[in-house]
């Protein structure tokens, strides 16, 4: 009998530390809670931005309290999804057409702000292959990847670096083409193709940067590739905090987590 009396008093304490630890968890969670706002900001990123976007969301979010979500593809297929009706309040393009585009079609607030310059670098993961411009003609590299320029604007300017160095025809069969610069970064990850072209903000990411080896391209290969963002109309939800946000990626603070990335901000952009 004094045993089950003490067995009975262990489940009772037990029991008793157990919903003591649910209440406070519960306040933790309301604490936590009360930070932030309870409507999420929606931002649709261009696929070269996935890693940076990271550091930026997280950098607004301990500014702000404001929470977000990104959607990462090309800036061709989301500008499709946004005139389709797709509930984003932010567009940050790998472009200025796609967001202007917005612009003139009234789906926008305000202007197209230019929050970086992308640059591009060609970029192996095949041991003992040394990445430049005379290896593409090579026999040992029989896929090289890149972005479709219909939809992503870096493969547009991986369009005019083969251009420039007159490399389109003799290279042709050999391309293989990503949705966007994250497809892209997969098929060279895999070795899929032997090296292929891509942003430098992804070779320049942490979890990224001691992988494989890349070769950053001339600048006058290619055309600036300016970067924009927008707020987007969608009903007025989350108005003021996506005004908030394209404000924020022009910060000193913002500018220089985007030149961690590798890219060029606009205090620092090519001549034209």
């Known amino acids: 009998m004094p045993q089950k009396a003490l067995l009975l008093g262990m489940e ?85 057409k796609y967001p202007q585009a917005l612009v003139d079609a009234q789906m926008t607030e305000g202007p197209v ?11 192996t993961q095949v041991p003992n292959l040394e990445p430049s411009m005379s290896v593409l003609t090579q026999p040992e590299v029989r896929h090289i990847a890149m972005a479709n320029p219909k939809t992503a604007p870096y493969g547009i300017a991986a369009e005019q670096v083969l251009a420039y160095y007159q490399l389109t025809d003799s290279i042709k069969p050999k391309l293989v083409f990503g949705e966007s610069i994250a497809q892209t970064n997969q098929f060279i990850i895999s070795q899929a193709a032997e090296i292929g072209f891509t942003a430098r903000s992804v070779v320049e990411a942490p979890v990224l940067n001691d992988k494989g080896r890349w070769l950053a391209l001339p600048e006058e290969s290619y055309a600036p590739i300016a970067q924009g963002a927008v707020v987007l109309h969608n009903n007025g ?36």
């Open 12 to 96: 009772c304490k037990q029991l008793f530390s157990t919903e003591k630890l649910l209440i406070l968890w519960s306040l933790v969670l309301l604490v936590g809670c009360g930070k932030q706002s309870t409507e999420k900001l929606h931002i649709a990123t261009a696929a070269n931005m996935q890693f940076a976007m990271e550091a930026l969301t997280q950098a607004f979010t301990e500014n702000t309290g404001v929470a977000c979500e990104t959607v990462l593809s090309s800036s061709g297929k989301l500008t499709a999804q946004i005139r389709e009706g797709a509930p984003f309040e932010v567009f940050v393009s790998a472009d200025l």
């Open 113 to 123: 702000s230019v929050y970086a310059y992308g640059q591009l670098v060609l970029w």
């Open 237 to 272: 939800k989350n108005l003021a905090q996506a005004r908030q946000f394209v404000d924020f990626l022009l910060t000193e603070q913002a500018q220089t987590i985007l030149l961690k990335f590798g890219y060029l901000v606009p205090n620092s952009k090519p001549e034209q």
